[in-house]
T-cell receptor
Framework: GQNIDQPTEMTATEGAIVQINCTYQ??????LFWYQQHAGEAPTFLSYNVLDGLEEKGRFSSFLSRSKGYSYLLLKELQMKDSASYLCAVRFPGGYNKLIFGAGTRLAVHP | GAVVSQHPSWVICKSGTSVKIECRSL??????MFWYRQFPKQSLMLMATSNEGSKATYEQGVEKDKFLINHASLTLSTLTVTSAHPEDSSFYIC?????????????FGPGTRLTVL
């Protein structure tokens, strides 16, 4: 089977930094995506990694280590609006590049 | 750019009826679209991959005769839930695959909440 694991819930303080981890054991790999999803809404694309290392986009950064089957999403200067679920997804090679999602991490940002 | 719409945003129907959900890519063409369902506080589960001009590819355990998918054009895919039952109540989300310079990315529609009475 395919396993993509994330912590279920995290809390953090406004203005702080939080790191959301994702580990995966899958039969294939062609990139890892992070999406943000607010309650009752569709996921929105945050970042993509296919090679090892850190990708930075403003307040958000994502890291990948393929040898360890590990990724993290780093959120800096947290804002209240960052309270949402963060979904880690592995893309499978070949065919239509389908994504398999982890269960998501619900992040609550407090004042 | 990369906007995906879904219609309707919510629907309530009686058990035994069929419901059609539309997914449109508004500003790009999508050869491939995906259909997911999501239960409360759970992640997205891929149901099927929809390909323009060919038959959809269903994930294991998804009944293709119950969830009919039609991808008739490069901007429209439809999901029809046939003979819906209360256990089909869920949040259905589509995505469209956009080809980019660096990678292909799935962009999601706003979802359709289906309630079957």
């Amino acid at each position: 089977g395919q396993n993509i694991d994330q912590p279920t819930e995290m809390t953090a303080t406004e203005g702080a930094i939080v790191q959301i981890n994702c580990t995966y054991q899958t039969s294939g790999f062609n990139g890892l995506f992070w999406y943000q999803q607010h309650a009752g809404e569709a996921p929105t694309f945050l970042s993509y990694n296919v090679l090892d290392g850190l990708e930075e986009k403003g307040r958000f950064s994502s890291f990948l280590s393929r040898s360890k089957g590990y990724s993290y999403l780093l959120l800096k200067e947290l804002q209240m609006k960052d309270s949402a679920s963060y979904l880690c997804a592995v893309r499978f090679p070949g065919g239509y590049n389908k994504l398999i999602f982890g269960a998501g991490t619900r992040l609550a940002v407090h004042p | 750019g990369a906007v995906v719409s879904q219609h309707p945003s919510w629907v309530i129907c009686k058990s035994g009826t069929s419901v059609k959900i539309e997914c449109r890519s508004l500003d790009f063409q999508a050869t491939t679209m995906f259909w997911y369902r999501q239960f409360p506080k759970q992640s997205l589960m891929l149901m099927a991959t929809s390909n323009e001009g060919s038959k959809a590819t269903y994930e294991q355990g998804v009944e293709k005769d119950k969830f009919l998918i039609n991808h008739a054009s490069l901007t429209l895919s439809t999901l029809t839930v046939t003979s819906a039952h209360p256990e089909d109540s869920s949040f259905y989300i589509c995505s469209a695959l956009s080809t980019g310079a660096l990678t292909d990315t799935q962009y999601f529609g706003p979802g359709t909440r289906l309630t079957v009475l």
